[in-house]
């Protein structure tokens, strides 16, 4: 797609220099995810052509049909509106509209797309038929005291952390590290991971160009890595994107200082964090549950039953 003189690509990346968009509608970060996959963005603009809305997605093709889904290592997507626009239901209910005829045009037989927590977006899609998934995360909104998170903690949580014959050194490894490691971690459950190295690896380049991701890790006194997180943040939130874990011996308690680094990392930078998890235990320290909607349309229910059943394992975002 072409805008004027720019390629859409072009024109998104200007707005993403002049705008503040959440780091996981970033252009860089679209790129960086999408790296061998077919990637645009739509736009929604106003009477001056002034561009009030943007919708970057990844597009497939899967019997003989396009489809457009979530890119691995892309928690949230869906679509960003420029301040200003958001004032009313019936504004996003024009842009959910102007989003439907461009997908219209390029003939798309399936779209599935995970909003932000807080997104007014999908009640804007679903008054014009798109169907909506409740899913949810879990969050610390708040890291700023961090007695009052670890007493958040269930008993058993502090008690394994605070246990005094563990002796754990706090640090990080390098992204190839990480990667294999997580590699044994899953490898030990009999599963493969879900993204490739390629992938990981230009993530952590960019992001840590940008000052907007670390590694935590927990090892042990022979310096053998326990557990390890890697967590990317922007001005607004800080997220957990990856985990693992020695399984060997899960009971060792470094989950529970892996977690408790990671809110301690989150609180350093003044934010909240995400854990990009479903997993209810995670209320065991203090998260609360937040909810987030996949917004799904389809044109046929074999269509449906396909890609379900053969794609929602890898556009589902995977967590351990």
């Known amino acids: 797609m072409e805008t004027g003189t720019m390629t859409s690509k072009e024109e998104y990346k200007q707005l993403c220099e002049t705008h503040e968009l959440p780091l996981f509608l970033q252009d860089w970060w679209v790129h960086s995810v999408s790296a061998g996959l077919n990637w645009d963005v739509l736009f929604a603009r106003d009477s001056e052509n002034n561009i009030c809305a943007v919708m970057p997605y990844v597009q497939d093709r899967r019997w003989w049909r396009n489809f457009i889904h979530m890119p691995t290592l892309c928690p ?6 420029r301040e200003g626009w958001m004032d009313s239901f019936g504004a996003t209910t024009a842009v959910a509209r102007e989003m439907h005829a461009q997908m219209e045009k390029m003939n798309i037989a399936f779209y599935l797309q995970r909003f932000f927590p807080d997104s007014h977006m999908p009640q ?3 008054s014009i038929g798109y169907k909506r998934i409740e899913r949810n995360t879990y969050v610390i909104e708040d890291t700023s005291n961090l007695q009052r998170v670890l ?4 008993k058993n949580k502090r008690k394994k952390l605070e246990k005094k014959t563990l002796t754990y050194k706090v640090g990080t490894m390098t992204a190839e590290e990480f990667y294999q490691f997580h590699v044994m971690c899953n490898g030990e459950k009999g599963k493969e991971l879900w993204y490739t190295r390629e992938t990981f690896l230009v993530l952590y380049e960019k992001s840590q160009a940008r000052n907007q991701s670390a590694i935590i890790c927990i090892r042990n006194e022979h310096d053998e890595p326990l557990a390890a997180a890697f967590v990317v943040w922007d001005k607004m939130m800080s997220y957990e994107l990856l985990n693992c874990y020695e399984h060997e011996d899960s009971d060792n308690g470094a989950r529970e200082k892996l977690t ?5 990392f989150a609180n350093s930078l003044g934010l909240g964090i995400d854990f990009v998890s479903h997993r209810s235990y995670l209320r065991h320290y203090g998260a609360v549950k937040k909810p987030f909607v996949l917004v799904r349309r389809s044109r046929s229910a074999l269509i449906s039953l396909l890609f379900l059943n053969r794609r929602i394992r890898s556009i589902h975002y995977k967590k351990l």
Not at 151 to 154: N, Q, V
Not at 260 to 264: K, P
Request: glycine share 16%; charged share 20%; proline share 0%.
């Open 151 to 154: 007493d958040g903690f269930s």
């Open 76 to 81: 949230y997507g869906g679509v960003w509106v």
């Open 260 to 264: 408790f680094e990671v809110i301690r």
């Open 124 to 126: 804007a899609f679903e």
